[in-house]
């Protein structure tokens, strides 16, 4: 990003970020820019695969069901990471790129944040990290796998709905418990 990008006060890019260089967009592309996270994981700050770390000015928004994402060590992949892997076009055209994150993403992220640490395990984290890696090849064998594991540990209908990113999302409310995985408004 240019200097001093931070000093815009928002948190989320859009694919189309004027703050983004020629460089940094071929960078985020190959999704080079994770690479420096395995000095992370080497120092045991991270783990290969956990909830995704967020900014400070994030976690302040959290409910107390989100606040459960920081008893385990953030992830340099996840869930997450490959369903919402687009999140820069997510977020391209719209006007406050940190609401539309809190409305649109937010809500799914946490909640698959949550289903991760109520199952996880050796073999999940495996599986994780085979479908981190089809995903650079494939996003849609990578989505497929996804859902399928999802569907296998039992996650609710609506959570694999948005997992197979077949509709736009729509704004939704973050998780108040654990158990809240309900969607309240309608698929387009």
């Known amino acids: 990003m240019i200097i001093d990008a931070d000093r815009s006060g928002v948190d989320s890019t859009s694919s189309n970020d004027s703050r983004i260089t020629y460089l940094g967009r071929v960078i985020r ?14 120092k045991g700050e991270m783990s290969f695969v956990g909830p995704r770390p967020q900014m400070e000015s994030n976690i302040a928004r959290w409910t107390e069901a989100e606040k459960k994402l920081l008893s385990v060590r ?10 919402f892997s687009d999140e820069g076009d997510i977020l391209l055209g719209k006007e406050d790129l940190d609401v539309a994150y809190n409305q649109l993403i937010r809500p799914w992220k946490s909640r698959l944040g949550l289903i991760y640490i109520k199952n996880q395990s050796i073999f999940l984290d495996i599986k994780l990290i085979i479908y981190t890696a089809i995903s650079i090849v494939s996003r849609s064998k990578a989505l497929e796998l996804v859902v399928a594991e999802l569907k296998n540990i039992n996650a609710d209908n609506t959570i694999i709905q948005i997992c197979k990113r077949e509709h736009i999302l729509t704004p939704e409310l973050p998780p108040v418990s654990e158990c809240n995985f309900k969607y309240q408004g309608k698929f387009r």
């Open 29 to 42: 592309k190959f999704k080079i820019d994770e690479l420096p996270q395995l000095i992370n994981v080497i």
């Open 74 to 83: 953030p992830g340099a992949t996840d869930f997450s990471s490959i369903v």
